[in-house]
Nanobody
């Protein structure tokens, strides 16, 4: 069964940067929107950023101007460039891909910890 594989998480100091990547473990088809979500301890999962197949983007207010979402349609891969990271950005980050006619896909999550 195809899964989404995330990479790029880790420990970074406040003000630092990380780049997350998410790619499928096999072939997938009919992918529309892609997105990144995050879940901090004791909190609900929240949308961080989304991108349509055509490249339109939307961001949570808390990350606007600091995070950039992008995608490679040929590779069905989505990225999240995170700059000026803050302690409040600490969470498990999940990627999501919507299928036009299917259940879609979720990644297994990658930990991002912002701490000095």
């Amino acid at each position: 069964q195809v899964q989404l594989v995330e990479s790029g998480g880790g420990l970074v100091q406040p003000g630092g940067s990380l780049r997350l990547s998410c790619a499928p473990s096999g072939s997938i088809f009919g992918i529309g929107a892609m997105a990144w979500y995050r879940q901090a301890p004791g909190k609900q999962r929240e949308l961080v950023a989304g991108i349509s197949r055509g490249g339109s983007t939307n961001y949570a207010d808390s990350v606007k101007g600091r995070f950039t979402i992008s995608r490679d349609n040929a590779k069905n891969t989505v990225y999240l460039q995170m700059n000026s990271l803050q302690a409040e950005d600490t969470a498990v980050y999940y990627c999501n891909m919507v299928q036009y006619a299917g259940p879609g896909y979720w990644g297994q999550g990658t930990q991002v910890t912002v701490s000095s």
